[in-house]
T-cell receptor, first 110, second 115 residues
Framework: SQQGEEDPQALSIQEGENATMNCSYKTSINNLQWYRQNSGRGLVHLILIRSNEREKHSGRLRVTLDTSKKSSSLLITASRAADTASYFCATDRTGNQFYFGTGTSLTVIP | DAGVIQSPRHEVTEMGQEVTLRCKPISGHNSLFWYRQTMMRGLELLIYFNNNVPIDDSGMPEDRFSAKMPNASFSTLKIQPSEPRDSAVYFC?????????????FGPGTRLTVL
């Protein structure tokens, strides 16, 4: 499968700590996106990084991309209880379709 | 904009019954996607429409599943007959036209339970 795989599957941290999750994929990509899913809700787009970019920031989010290793990481700094959710990476396939990974479940303990 | 709208939000049905899930994409978006999410298999792309035309339906599990998009503002996913293994959350997503506009906007999902 070309599906991205997130690591770890589950992560539990204290509020204020940083959370790092990783995504590995198998084929060449044009871009990679990260999405968040709160329990019982649809996915919400967080950030997109293109294959010619190495790092991107958006608020408390920092995404890195290493195309040589076919991997990406999402860092959430100064985590909050509201960050509790599942996080998915999505890699592009043909057209504007995407493969979604299996997700990392993040729990931020107040 | 109201975002992607899906109905119903919850559906409970008995094995063998026909199920129809509905989606209204965001106005102006020309791509529409149907996904299925389960604990075991994660998020799977079922079918993808562009300008109301099905482009890739390779993810549709079998002939019991069918999807239509009669116009730019409405799509249906039908399961007939339904089976317990179809129980999942079904998401519809849409994305706008144009190069570089790759973000998908997801609806709230329909939680389907087949007894």
């Amino acid at each position: 499968s070309q599906q991205g795989e997130e690591d770890p599957q589950a992560l539990s941290i204290q509020e204020g700590e940083n959370a790092t999750m990783n995504c590995s994929y198998k084929t060449s990509i044009n871009n990679l996106q990260w999405y968040r899913q709160n329990s019982g809700r649809g996915l919400v787009h967080l950030i997109l990084i293109r294959s010619n970019e190495r790092e991107k920031h958006s608020g408390r989010l920092r995404v890195t991309l290493d195309t040589s290793k076919k991997s990406s990481s999402l860092l959430i700094t100064a985590s909050r209880a509201a960050d509790t959710a599942s996080y998915f990476c999505a890699t592009d396939r043909t057209g504007n379709q995407f493969y979604f990974g299996t997700g990392t479940s993040l729990t931020v303990i107040p | 904009d109201a975002g992607v709208i899906q109905s119903p939000r919850h559906e409970v049905t008995e094995m063998g019954q026909e199920v129809t899930l509905r989606c209204k994409p965001i106005s102006g978006h020309n791509s529409l996607f149907w996904y299925r999410q389960t604990m075991m298999r994660g998020l799977e792309l079922l079918i993808y429409f562009n300008n109301n035309v099905p482009i890739d339906d390779s993810g549709m599990p079998e002939d019991r599943f069918s999807a239509k998009m009669p116009n730019a503002s409405f799509s249906t996913l039908k399961i007939q007959p339904s089976e317990p293994r179809d129980s999942a959350v079904y998401f519809c997503a849409s994305s706008p036209p144009g190069v570089g506009t790759d973000t998908q906007y997801f609806g709230p999902g329909t939680r389907l339970t087949v007894l």
